[in-house]
Structure formats: structure tokens, C-alpha cells
């Protein structure tokens, strides 16, 4: 037998015998209830059952209207994001916009400005893709000593939908963009006027003007009725309650990209245009803030992601580091998608470690967070994605550390 062949084997071994660890044996004489109860009629539009009460957590707002509320990765299973649980981020709070009287205007160094409404832009053809959503403030508490209580807390302003709607680069060839243009400048609709610039050739690439969200319209947090899907760019450039794309030669340096969403670097010059999300994992389970019911069979499950395409591998420690192990990754392994990974891993009761890495398309590998913090310093608040990892107690509690 080859050496990965018996690996292979002796882990499947250990995988049926955990389940049956798992497994709980039903007691001599065991009746099941098999009682018919009268059940409700159909509802209109779904709600989840009452017994659920997963929730995203908000920031406490710092003023009126900027707020940001958090997913709760720890205990969602699957690729996509409950669009009930889509994290969200906004700096004007979220505006009541009627579609009916929503106008989205393309002009600037184009031969004909346009302007569609939201009946118009949905004669045009449809497209949809699955991709991540990640703010480039995700993980910030994470810089420094890490400290947020939770998975949801440290990671969960990442979240994963299918989106749909026109190629971007179908209506600019629409409006005729000059020889000149090589920047486009986003503006949404809300009280922060959201304004970002964004290279010309990512929009001739694979950017979305995007009006549904796992089948639906988007919601109004996503951005009702109107958003930009800029695929692999931080969140903050995927401008929702898009109102106007303006065709320049030049980006704008706007607040969101001067004063905010820069890099400190270690010699106190500022980092502009981290445009791509780089490649990031997380195990949700077990996390902070969890508790390990005993020692013996757990399955590591967790979520990888990379702005740059596909992951093509994440390795999962079980002793803090020292050695590591392929996890298996499960399918559909789509490009800029949240990818799901699961690791079976025997615990021996002692105080540990467990901790993931990633590896996207192009070679990149996760770094730890001392290898992020000797390039980019310690004055870094965006754009963190060092190996996470939670640490084990005797008694089965984890933390983050
Ligand atoms: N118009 C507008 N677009 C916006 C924002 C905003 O405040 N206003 N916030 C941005 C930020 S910082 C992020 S991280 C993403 C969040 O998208 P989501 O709320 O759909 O998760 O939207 C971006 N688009
Ligand atoms: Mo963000």
C-alpha cells in the first residue's frame, strides 16, 4: 500500500469509528413518538423555524448611521450566507429607495451618458456568480493581541452570496467609454454618498451591477435596489444603492480611500489601493467561545477564502503549530467563494492549539501574524489575514490566543 493510500485508509477508519463513538445507542425497549399533530397552513413568505435564534452582532454605533453587524460563521454550515445573516457595513445607514423611482447614471468620458432604471438594466442579460464579501476591516482586533470573544466577532464581517445581474463592462460598451478613461469613480445613494474608485480594466473585467441576492432582490442592507459585485476587492468598493458611475482618467482619492481603507506601513507612509482580498482561513468550529463536550473524536470545520481565485489547499494543526495536516476541502471549490474544509482530529484531553492555514491558486500560503507584522508593522488596522488560532483548555473551553 502507498503511504497516502494508507493514510487515506487509516483516517477513514478513524472517522467511522469516531461516528460511532457519536452515536448514541437507543435504550432496550424504545418507542419512538409517533403522535400526528395538525400542522399551519403555508406561509406567503418564509421564516425560520421559532426554535432558532441565530443572530449577526452589531457593533455598538459610534454615531447615528455608521454601524457594522458581524455573521455568525461559528455556526453556519455550506457556502452561502443566509442573506438574513450577510453581514453588513455602512456609513449612512441603510436608505429606504424606491425602485420604481431609482436612477443609475453612467457618464463622464463616454460618448453617450446613460441612464437606466431598474426595469431598464434588467432588459439587459443576466449573470450571476457566487463570491465572497469581505470589509478589509475584518479581523482588526486581531493585529495586535487578539481578542475578540468569538469567531463571529473576529472573522464574521466576511460573508458569501450568489449574485446577479448586468456585466458591467456590457453597459459601458453601451455608453462608449473614451481612449482616455482608465479609472471609475462609484457613488451610491446613501447619507455617506459612498464614493470609490475602481481601475478601469477591473470593470471591463468581471464587475457586476448586481440586483439579486440568492434569488431574490438584493436586500436593502446589500444595497436595494442596486449594488456593485467588484469580485476579490475589498468590501468597501462593492458600492451599494449604486446611483452613478463616472468614467475619468484618474482615481478621486475620496475620504474612503485617503482618509480611510490605507495601510500604515512601518516607515509611516500610508498604503494606498489594497484593492485584493488576500488569502484567509478560519476554523468556525471549534471556536471561541465554544465548549469541547470531551476529550475523544471532533471534526474541525472551518471556511477559506482567497480574492486572487480558487484555494487549493488548507492544512489544519492540532498542537499549535508544530505539525499539520491536509484538510479535506468540500466541493463546490469555486474561484473568490468561500470554501468549506472539515478535519477530523482526536483530542487527548490536554490544553492545545488548533489552527488553519490556506493556500490559494497562485502559491500564496496564509502567513502567521508575526510574518504579517514584520512587513506591514504594528500601526496596521485594515486588510489583517495572519493564521487564527484558538487555544484548547483542559476543560474543553476555547479561546482565542
Ligand atoms: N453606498 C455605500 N456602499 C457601501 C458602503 C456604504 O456605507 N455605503 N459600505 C461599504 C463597506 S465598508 C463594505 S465592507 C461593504 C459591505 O457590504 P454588505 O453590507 O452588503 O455586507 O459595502 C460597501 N459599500
Ligand atoms: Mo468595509
Redesign the pocket.
Known amino acids: 500500500m502507498a503511504e497516502g493510500d494508507r493514510r487515506q485508509f487509516f483516517r477513514r477508519v478513524r472517522t467511522t469509528l469516531a461516528g460511532a463513538a457519536a452515536a448514541v445507542a437507543a435504550p432496550a425497549g424504545f418507542t419512538l413518538d409517533t403522535t400526528k399533530v395538525q400542522g399551519a397552513v403555508a406561509r406567503e413568505y418564509g421564516a425560520r423555524s421559532r426554535y432558532e435564534t441565530l443572530k449577526r452582532w452589531i457593533t455598538p454605533a459610534r454615531f447615528l448611521g455608521s454601524t457594522a453587524s458581524w455573521t455568525p460563521l461559528g455556526e453556519l454550515n455550506g457556502i452561502i450566507t443566509p442573506s438574513s445573516l450577510?453581514?453588513?457595513?455602512?456609513?449612512?445607514g441603510v436608505p429606504d429607495i424606491d425602485p420604481a423611482s431609482h436612477q443609475f447614471l453612467i457618464h463622464g468620458l463616454v460618448e453617450r451618458p446613460l441612464v437606466f432604471s431598474l426595469a431598464q438594466l434588467q432588459r439587459f442579460p443576466i449573470t450571476q456568480r457566487i463570491c465572497f464579501?469581505?470589509?478589509?476591516g475584518n479581523s482588526y482586533t486581531e493585529w495586535r493581541t487578539p481578542s475578540a470573544p468569538s469567531v463571529q466577532r473576529s472573522h464574521g464581517?466576511t460573508?458569501c452570496s450568489e449574485w446577479s445581474g448586468v456585466r458591467l463592462k456590457t453597459l459601458l460598451a453601451e455608453a462608449g467609454v473614451m481612449t482616455e478613461a482608465s479609472w471609475v469613480v462609484a457613488e451610491?445613494?446613501?447619507g455617506?454618498a459612498?464614493t470609490r474608485s475602481i481601475p478601469l480594466a477591473k470593470c471591463l473585467d468581471d464587475v457586476l451591477v448586481a440586483y439579486a441576492q440568492n434569488g431574490e432582490a438584493l436586500r436593502p442592507?446589500?444595497?436595494y435596489p442596486l449594488?456593485l459585485i467588484v469580485p476579490g476587492f475589498?468590501?468597501?468598493?462593492?458600492?451599494?444603492?449604486l446611483r452613478r458611475l463616472k468614467i475619468v482618467d484618474q482615481p478621486y482619492y475620496s475620504r474612503e480611500e485617503t482618509s480611510k481603507y490605507t495601510d500604515l506601513l512601518p516607515d509611516g507612509r500610508a498604503r494606498e489601493f489594497t484593492f485584493t482580498m488576500e488569502a484567509k482561513s478560519v476554523i468556525t468550529a471549534p471556536s471561541a467561545g465554544m465548549r469541547l463536550s470531551g476529550a475523544g473524536f471532533h471534526e474541525v470545520r472551518g471556511l477559506a477564502w482567497s480574492g486572487r481565485g480558487a484555494i487549493t489547499r488548507v492544512e489544519v494543526s492540532a498542537d499549535g503549530g508544530e505539525h499539520w495536516q491536509d484538510a479535506t476541502l468540500h466541493g463546490p471549490v469555486l474561484p473568490i467563494c468561500h470554501t468549506r474544509f472539515t478535519c477530523p482530529w482526536e483530542w487527548d484531553g490536554t490544553p492545545t492549539a488548533l489552527l488553519s492555514r490556506c493556500t490559494d491558486e497562485t502559491g500564496y500560503v496564509q502567513p502567521t501574524r508575526e510574518q504579517l507584522r514584520s512587513v506591514r508593522g504594528d500601526k496596521s488596522f485594515y486588510h489583517y489575514n495572519g493564521i487564527q488560532s484558538w487555544r484548547i483548555g483542559a476543560d474543553g473551553t476555547v479561546t482565542n490566543g
Not at 450577510?86 to 449612512?92: D, N, V, W
Not at 464579501?133 to 478589509?136: H, I, P, Q, R, V
Open positions: 450577510h453581514y453588513e457595513r455602512h456609513h449612512g464579501l469581505e470589509c478589509s464581517l460573508s451610491g445613494a446613501d455617506a459612498m442592507e446589500q444595497g449594488r475589498e468590501g468597501s468598493i462593492n458600492v451599494k444603492w
